[in-house]
């Protein structure tokens, strides 16, 4: 056998055995999952402060603070503190028809990254809890009240929402529409494992205390949603899912910006997972060092030797035809009559195991969007979102890990500026 064959059986064993794990979580945690249609009471609303950073958005920064504006919530328990980042556009000047509102404070600042926009958000907020929403994601009306009641428990310390592609107009934001919807199903499997690795930038909600005793946002190599969840579980810090509290974001509109998008997000996480590599393999953390952070390697090494081994399959396919073709001499007709028969079925076992965790990935999809929309559809888009990421992922993975050795940061603002001149 093959070194490529070894290495493929052992991805794919690795990656069947993460998918049937989060699988055998969802049918011992299934009854406690749960779905509100309704609008929900509370008997306490607790004060609340959401800071919205902003740089260069200008388009979006109005559906943004109005869907805040629009959360069924008690207006006087709940603030809205803008911050503008040094935007190079009208943001500041967009933002000023809230000036009169009492419930939004306005803040202006020189760029200096979206983690020094919330902590000067931070030192403002005087709420009992206090949450992020990225200027360019807008909240259902009830998502913070059904955000709120999963503070009943007192271990709780954050807790994050579920993301939904909004609008989406193209295949790119078709496929991330099915990606998303398998995020919300993994990060609620990881809720029950205690294991989240990240509190999104839209609309995850913190008590305010864990910043007095962990310290402020940090750079953390742009990705500080992750950085923030791992230096939670380090203090011990328990974080929740909230999958009816529904939050949507537009997802980018061409390769070029998925892809710079990616190289971050895959960069900021290699790189957080060095600074927290103390975490691996501790049974004092949990799940996050004993099975999260390990399966997110295991992806992401997987994932490029993926694009390898079908790159050298498809090499010795092509040498293997041209040396039949100089043995035997090349006849464009002679094969022009083609019978099936199931005896030439290619029976190898790379080929099932890889249909196999294909068939797992759409399982994850479905419980996703049962636990969304309360059913199993199965669409078009799910399609997309193999045939797409199958494609881009491994290019954008293995730039995000020549990255990470060579320490080539990917710059935030360069990705907002970017975003800018195609809209």
């Known amino acids: 056998m093959s070194l490529f064959l070894i290495l493929f059986y052992t991805f794919s064993f690795l990656a069947v055995y993460v998918q049937v794990f989060l699988l055998v979580t969802f049918f011992e945690n299934r009854k406690k999952i749960f779905i509100r249609s309704e609008g929900i009471t509370l008997q306490n609303y607790p004060g609340v402060t959401i800071i919205v950073p902003c740089y260069n958005e200008e388009n979006v920064v109005t559906l943004t603070v109005d869907s805040l504006l629009g959360l069924q919530y008690p207006k006087d328990k709940l603030k809205i503190i803008i911050v503008d980042d040094g935007s190079k556009d009208k943001t500041w000047?967009?933002?000023?028809?809230?000036?009169?509102?009492?419930?939004?404070?306005?803040?202006?600042?020189?760029?200096?990254?979206?983690?020094?926009?919330?902590?000067?958000?931070?030192?403002?907020?005087?709420?009992?809890?206090?949450?992020?929403?990225?200027?360019?994601?807008?909240?259902?009306?009830?998502?913070?009240?059904?955000?709120?009641?999963?503070?009943?428990?007192?271990?709780?310390?954050?807790?994050?929402?579920?993301?939904?592609?909004?609008?989406?107009?193209?295949?790119?934001?078709?496929?991330?529409?099915?990606?998303?919807?398998?995020?919300?199903?993994?990060?609620?499997?990881?809720?029950f494992l205690e294991g989240i690795h990240v509190t999104p930038g839209p609309f995850s909600i913190f008590r305010k205390e864990i910043f007095e005793v962990m310290g402020p946002y940090r750079k953390a190599h742009h990705t500080e949603d992750q950085e923030i969840a791992l230096r939670m579980h380090k203090y011990g810090f328990r974080i929740e899912h909230c999958p009816d509290a529904y939050v949507y974001t537009g997802g980018p509109a061409s390769v070029p910006k998925l892809f710079r998008q990616r190289v971050r997000w895959i960069y900021g996480f290699i790189q957080n997972v060095r600074d927290y590599k103390g975490l691996f393999f501790r049974p004092q953390y949990g799940y996050i060092g004993m099975f999260t952070l390990p399966s997110g390697i295991i992806s992401i090494c997987g994932t490029m030797f993926l694009l390898v081994f079908m790159v050298n399959q498809l090499y010795n396919f092509v040498t293997r035809k041209i040396l039949?073709?100089?043995?035997?001499?090349?006849?464009?007709?002679?094969?022009?009559?083609v019978t099936l028969d199931p005896f030439f079925i290619n029976t190898r076992a790379f080929l099932f195991v890889s249909i196999i965790l294909y068939i797992l990935v759409i399982v994850s999809l479905l419980n996703g969007r049962r636990m969304i929309y309360g059913r199993k559809v199965l669409s078009w888009d799910i399609f997309l979102f193999i045939i797409v990421y199958t494609i881009l992922a491994p290019f954008w993975l293995m730039k995000a890990v020549w990255n990470a050795i060579f320490t080539k940061e990917p710059s935030w603002t360069l990705e907002r500026d970017y975003s800018l001149k195609k809209l």
Do not use: W
Request: with cysteine.
């Open 93 to 191: 000047t967009v933002v000023q028809k809230y000036k009169n509102n009492p419930q939004v404070i306005l803040l202006k600042k020189e760029n200096g990254g979206k983690h020094t926009a919330l902590n000067l958000g931070l030192e403002h907020a005087t709420s009992e809890f206090v949450g992020c929403l990225d200027s360019d994601s807008s909240v259902h009306p009830e998502a913070l009240k059904r955000i709120i009641t999963f503070f009943d428990n007192q271990e709780v310390m954050a807790v994050a929402p579920s993301i939904i592609i909004r609008d989406p107009k193209n295949i790119l934001q078709y496929a991330q529409r099915a990606e998303y919807d398998m995020a919300h199903y993994t990060k609620k499997m990881l809720a």
């Open 324 to 337: 039949q073709a100089q043995v035997v001499g090349f006849d464009p007709f002679a094969n022009l009559h």
